[in-house]
């Protein structure tokens, strides 16, 4: 297990601004996940921490000692790619093995480690098996235990389970939790665009945005708990990425503001909102946001119409045309019964509404809303 510091590190391609001010620290034994959006650097991050591209600037520390000059074959890190870059003319056994043998590790020692990697990974009855003549699933466990045998102080995860179909995909996830407890708590940093996947998986979300360009902007947006994340999110960015479907947002003009509550119109909605809202002036704008199985359905004075239906099993969201917005309002439905044109009642708790300023910045939430949360 070691540490993993990032101080003002920034990488830049051309002119153009990739990462910038990523100031983080993963602690030993962590597993960190890297999300965000589409370009917002996410696998440059994880390749300046293998050592596979050089950072503009800023230093980076493993186990306590800077890494910046270091080959990445001297980092003791090991790395799992989105594709499994296994060689097709060796067996399973070989493919593990091969990074050993280029050690020049005993003959012993090379069997007891892929032997016991295997089993973790349930690969013993594959190992005289060639990649051709395995599943997508299987390929990706053997990439996996490629890394394991090497017993390095960090595994990184570059999008592993992005090849996958779903329900390969919930496997393996289960997989490498499992993985991550029973090889003593190993750091691990992993990447992924899949949402699920970074809030089953993750000790610690580091959840980038794209720089867009954008000089003196910090590349991170928020830093902590999956639940942080999600309940407590800093800025409008946070609360719109994090949660499928995403959070709802509506304008809404202050009518009343407090160190103990907001009041505000929303459409022809008299709305509350458990925050410390002093310093905003009755007259300015904010946005208001609700996440879907936060509405209160059949509660209520506020009215809407369904104008979509997704129904996902046990449980539908619902589109509905309200007056708070132009926008659809997006609410969970649980059980069946709802149709196209039905109306609805519902009410939004005021310890279930965020409220952002006008800098997107959110208003900070009482301590009994946040209880609740």
Do not use: W
Request: net charge neutral; proline share 5%; glycine share 10%.
């Amino acid at each position: 297990m070691s540490e993993i510091r990032l101080q003002g590190m920034h990488k830049r391609f051309g002119g153009n601004p990739i990462l910038a001010d990523i100031n983080l620290t993963i602690a030993p034994g962590e597993f960190c996940v890297f999300i965000g959006p589409s370009g917002c650097g996410k696998s440059t991050l994880l390749r300046l921490i293998a050592g596979l591209d050089d950072a503009s600037g800023g230093e980076l520390y493993i186990d306590g000692r800077c890494v910046n000059d270091v080959p990445p074959a001297q980092r003791d890190v090991a790395m799992v790619f989105q594709s499994y870059a296994l060689y097709p003319h060796m067996t399973v056994y070989d493919n593990m093995a091969f990074g050993l043998r280029h050690l020049k590790l005993g003959k012993a020692e090379v069997e007891r480690r892929v032997r016991s990697a295997a089993e973790s990974l349930h690969l013993t009855a594959l190992l005289d098996r060639k990649p051709g003549a395995l599943s997508g699933g299987q390929r990706q466990r053997v990439a996996i235990g490629r890394a394991i045998v090497r017993q390095p102080k960090v595994f990184l995860f570059d999008e592993p389970l992005s090849n996958l179909d779903a329900s390969l995909r919930v496997k393996t996830r289960v997989e490498i939790a499992r993985l991550h407890r029973e090889l003593g708590r190993a750091s691990m940093v992993y990447v992924t665009h899949d949402q699920v996947e970074a809030m089953t998986l993750a000790d610690k979300i580091v959840l980038l945005k794209p720089l867009a360009g954008q000089e003196g902007v910090p590349s991170i947006a928020q830093v902590g708990h999956p639940l942080a994340l999600y309940h407590h999110p800093k800025n409008r960015f946070v609360a719109g990425f994090m949660g499928s479907p995403g959070m709802n947002f509506f304008p809404a003009e202050v009518s009343m503001a407090r160190s103990d509550g907001l009041q505000c119109q929303a459409g022809t909605a008299t709305l509350l909102a458990a925050v410390n809202a002093a310093g905003q002036l009755a007259g300015s704008t904010v946005t208001l946001g609700v996440r879907p199985e936060h509405v209160q359905v059949g509660e209520g004075s506020l009215l809407g119409r369904i104008s979509h239906l997704e129904h996902l099993g046990e449980h539908s969201y619902a589109y509905l045309e309200t007056d708070l917005s132009p926008a659809p309002l997006v609410v969970k439905l649980v059980g069946g019964g709802a149709a196209i044109g039905d109306g609805l009642r519902f009410a939004l708790p005021a310890e279930r509404v965020h409220v952002f300023d006008a800098a997107d910045e959110a208003l900070p939430r009482l301590a009994a809303s946040q209880a609740a949360a």
